[in-house]
C-alpha cells in the first residue's frame, strides 16, 4: 500500500528554520502535484504551498518568501523549507499528493520561545 510519510516537525524558537520532508512509500512509479497544508487548533486546514510535477510552484501570502517547496521526483518526495519562523505558523503540518490521492498522517511544528 502506498503512503506518504512526513518528518521533519518539532519545535523551534520564532525567527528559526525547519525543513519538513515528505516521501511516498510503497510500490509506485510517479506522483503528480504535491502540496503542503496546515491545521492549527480551532482552525480550518489552509493550503501552505503546492507544486507540480514540472516544478511550478505557488505559495500562501502567508508564507511567500519565507518558505520554499522543492521536490525530487526520483525519490518521490516533497520538501518544506521553512525560514523566519512566527508563532502563527504553529500547526500540524500535513503532506498531500493529488495523483494517486493521498495524505500524510502530519507532524507537528511549534514556533514558541
Known amino acids: 500500500q502506498v503512503q506518504l510519510v512526513e518528518s521533519g516537525g518539532g519545535l523551534v524558537q520564532p525567527g528559526g528554520s525547519l525543513r519538513l520532508s515528505c516521501a511516498a512509500s510503497?510500490?509506485?512509479?510517479?506522483?503528480?502535484?504535491m502540496a503542503w497544508y496546515r491545521q492549527a487548533p480551532g482552525k480550518e486546514r489552509e493550503l501552505v504551498a503546492r507544486i507540480t510535477r514540472a516544478f511550478s510552484t505557488a505559495y500562501a501570502d502567508s508564507v511567500k518568501g519565507r518558505f520554499t517547496i522543492s521536490r525530487d521526483n526520483a525519490k518521490n518526495t516533497v520538501y518544506l523549507e521553512m525560514n523566519s519562523l512566527k508563532p502563527e505558523d504553529t500547526a500540524v503540518y500535513y503532506c498531500n499528493a493529488n495523483a494517486p490521492p493521498m495524505w500524510g498522517q502530519g507532524t507537528q511544528v511549534t514556533v514558541s520561545s
Open positions: 510503497g510500490n509506485i512509479l510517479s506522483i503528480g502535484d
